[in-house]
C-alpha cells in the first residue's frame, strides 16, 4: 500500500502528458524565446548572446526518432528565422531538420537515454554541426568569411541552456519503444 501511494507521488504530469502536450509544450516555448529575440538583445550596454531556440527541438525531438508534426514545426521555425535574419528562404529550415535528423540518427544507433556519454557529446556534436552550417550558409550569402564569435557565443548560450531543458524537449519515449511513434 504504502509503496502505491509512493509511486503515484512520483508521477507527475508531465511524466503522465503524451507526445502531443509535450511537442506543445515545446514548441510554445520555442516560440516564446524567437518572439523575444526580436527585441533589443543588450543588458546595459552589453549584448546579449541570443539562442538558436528551434535548435532545442530539433536536438530533442529528434531523440525519439523520425515523425512529421516535429518536422513541420522544425520548419516553420526555420522560415521565420530566415525572416527574421534576413537569410535566404529555407537555410535554417535545412538546417533544423539536418541537425533533427542527425538526433534521430543518433538515437537510432544509440541508447542515449541511459548512455551518459551519448547524452552528454551527442548535443555538443550536433550543434558543432548546426554551427558549422550556419557559418557556411553566413559566409557563402555575405560573399566573405562571417565573424565566428557571434556565432559562437549564441551556439554555448543554446547549449547551456539546452543542458539543463533538455527534458522539456523528451516527447515520452520509454527505452525498448520503437521511434517515431508521435
Known sequence: MARAMMNRKRRTLWSQSG????????????????????????????????????LWGAMGWGRV?????????????????????????????LINLLVYGMSAGIAEQTDGMRDTLVAFVGPIVLL??????????????????????PLLTSFITTGLI??????????????????GGS
Open 19 to 54: 507526445p502531443s502536450p509535450r511537442l506543445v509544450f515545446g514548441a510554445a516555448i520555442i516560440a516564446i524565446v524567437g518572439v523575444l529575440g526580436m527585441t533589443p538583445k543588450e543588458f546595459f550596454g552589453i549584448p546579449l548572446a541570443w539562442p538558436f531556440a528551434a
Open 65 to 93: 526518432g523520425l515523425s512529421l508534426r516535429p518536422m513541420i514545426l522544425l520548419v516553420i521555425f526555420g522560415v521565420m528565422q530566415d525572416i527574421v535574419s534576413n537569410a535566404p528562404l529555407g537555410c535554417f529550415a
Open 128 to 149: 558543432s554541426s548546426a554551427f558549422l552550417l550556419i557559418w557556411g550558409f553566413a559566409s557563402i550569402t555575405s560573399d566573405h568569411m562571417v565573424r565566428t564569435w
Open 162 to 179: 539546452y543542458s539543463f531543458a533538455s527534458r522539456m524537449y523528451d516527447l515520452g519515449r520509454r527505452p525498448g519503444e520503437s521511434p
